[in-house]
């Protein structure tokens, strides 16, 4: 996540993420799952503008960016701009915990797809939160800010940490990996999307649960061999059941010389993991010639 002030605008690049694991470990008493998964933020950004407003009132306006090979034409039209908005419940968050009574007015320009388990929804909260912090003169810290993130969502806090991360609990408990290799992906959004409540509802957490220590340690020593290998994601199963696309995908890349490929999130976005750049865009230019749709190459960031 970079931000930056410019006169009295504050502008913010708010980046997707790939889980390169994900176990479900149980069902929690709130409803949620506990999970282990690791997340890493990816160069494909959402752009969000905010400007301070004296009144009271929060403006969200969207602009759905046309993406060549993107096979869905009613994104745009996908994204409320009212009160459910996670911005603006992040915003109203905020300004109850800070005590303010400052208004916003916020443009948001969409890259990331939508319901597509790249979290796009929650990068745009972490967002409009930081930038809010910013031109609200707040000046808090991010781990304040984290803690009315988990309050709104699973994945926003992750987007204070601003690298890659180990994430436990339901996934608001952040532990940042430092000094991890670059990765670079292929990444294929299909016209589908899938409600997360629905493929977590569909899980049975695993009897014998795997965990994500050995695909960090790989990481860790600049292994992409072994983090190929050990990618895992325990929501793609019932994930498949639900949206066939995730099933033809996988099978597609399979047909691919990649280190391994999977599911991100809770779907639909489909991730090979590639041996270099230069291998993501072949790899990217075979798939979108074979018709999928949108295709992506996108390397891990951090800030």
């Not at 799952?33 to 990816?42: L, N, R």
């Not at 009132?57 to 046309?66: D, H, K, S, T």
């Not at 208004?103 to 929650?122: C, E, F, N």
């Not at 709104?152 to 290799?181: H, K, M, N, Y």
Request: charged residues 25%.
């Amino acid at each position: 996540m970079h931000v930056r002030r410019a006169g009295q605008h504050v502008e913010v690049s708010a980046p997707a993420k790939l889980n390169l694991f994900l176990e479900v470990l149980a069902k929690r008493p709130d409803g949620f799952h506990e999970i282990e998964t690791v997340m890493a933020p990816v160069a494909l950004y959402d752009g969000l503008v905010l400007k301070a407003e004296a009144d009271r009132a929060i403006r969200l306006e969207c602009e759905q960016l046309a993406v060549a090979g993107d096979l869905s034409t009613t994104q745009n039209q996908l994204v409320p701009t009212g009160p459910d908005n996670l911005i603006v419940r992040a915003l109203e968050a905020l300004r109850k915990q800070a005590g303010i009574e400052r208004g916003a007015s916020v443009r948001l320009t969409k890259r990331i797809p939508l319901a597509a388990g790249m979290a796009g929804g929650s990068t745009d909260a972490a967002a409009a939160l930081a930038a809010a912090n910013e031109a609200w003169d707040l000046h808090w810290p991010d781990e304040r800010l984290a803690e009315i993130a988990a309050t709104l969502g699973s994945d926003i806090p992750f987007f204070f940490a601003r690298t890659s991360s180990l994430c436990r609990g339901r996934g608001e408990q952040i532990e940042p990996l430092a000094a991890l290799v670059p990765l670079d992906f292929v990444v294929i959004a299909p016209p589908a999307g899938l409600s997360t409540a629905d493929v977590y509802r569909a899980c049975r957490p695993a009897a014998e649960p795997r965990r994500a220590a050995d695909l960090v340690a790989a990481w860790r020593r600049g292994d992409k061999v072994a983090v190929g290998r050990l990618l895992h994601n325990r929501l793609q199963e019932p994930a498949e059941r639900l949206c066939d696309w995730i099933a033809r995908l996988h099978a597609e890349f399979d047909r691919f010389d990649c280190l391994g490929h999977q599911m991100s999130g809770s779907g639909t976005s489909y991730f090979a993991l590639c041996r270099d750049a230069r291998q993501a865009r072949r790899t990217a230019s075979a798939l979108a010639a074979r018709g999928w749709g949108r295709t992506m190459t996108v390397r891990s960031c951090s800030a």
